[in-house]
């Protein structure tokens, strides 16, 4: 289910869509996530904030092992 909510995440933010603040709604929600936290938080504030590029760039790092 994470797999399939990033995916959703990255296109939504790709087109600048604020329905992306109700996925990351969704992986708070899922079991093991606090791992992300950080990084989901600083994600729900650029999408807040209307950044969606500086949103792309906080997934793929969250991403990036």
Partial sequence: QFNQLIKKLRS???EDDTSAADVIDELFQLPGIAVYQQDLTTLAKSI????FEQGLEVL???LTP
């Fill in 12 to 14: 939504l933010l790709e």
């Fill in 60 to 62: 793929n790092k969250l």
């Fill in 48 to 51: 807040e904030a209307y950044d």
